[in-house]
């Protein structure tokens, strides 16, 4: 048998806003190769590309299950160079990974362009946290 689980709207967006206080004030770290298997996992091999601030409070009460971020603080001057994949955000209380793109895609954060120049600007161009039904 498949396992199911269905969440009404008010379970989904207790469960977001949840989650999105966890990352309040939190930092985002952007690095290029591949996420690590668990947030427990420590970084290795990666390279940091850039380091963002989330705000306080880091995102807008959920509707529907759909949180958006309020404004994030970019990084001023990049790191390194190379190309966005993952994130790893770390707030008082939690760690969580997620991957990053550009555009339209199916990333969890999306840049206007994820390749990164040292020394350059990073600005966010979006990321909300979504629950499923």
């Known amino acids: 048998m498949t396992k199911e689980l269905k969440l009404s709207t008010d379970a989904r967006n207790t469960t977001c806003d949840a989650l999105a206080a966890l990352m309040d004030g939190a930092t985002m770290s952007i690095y290029d190769g591949a996420m690590p298997a668990s947030p427990q996992t420590a970084v290795s091999g990666q390279v ?4 963002l601030t989330m705000g306080s409070p880091a995102f807008d009460p959920a509707v529907a299950g759909i949180a958006a971020a309020n404004a994030i603080t970019g990084d001023t001057s ?6 966005a994949a993952w994130a790893r955000i770390i707030g008082s209380s939690g760690v969580m990974d997620c991957n990053v793109g550009i555009g339209a895609d199916d990333r969890v954060i999306t840049f206007a362009n994820k ?3 040292a020394g350059g600007k990073v600005d966010l161009s979006a990321f909300t946290l979504t629950v499923p039904e």
């Open 115 to 117: 390749v990164f120049i």
């Open 48 to 51: 940091l590309l850039a380091e």
């Open 78 to 83: 990049a790191n390194n160079s190379g190309t």
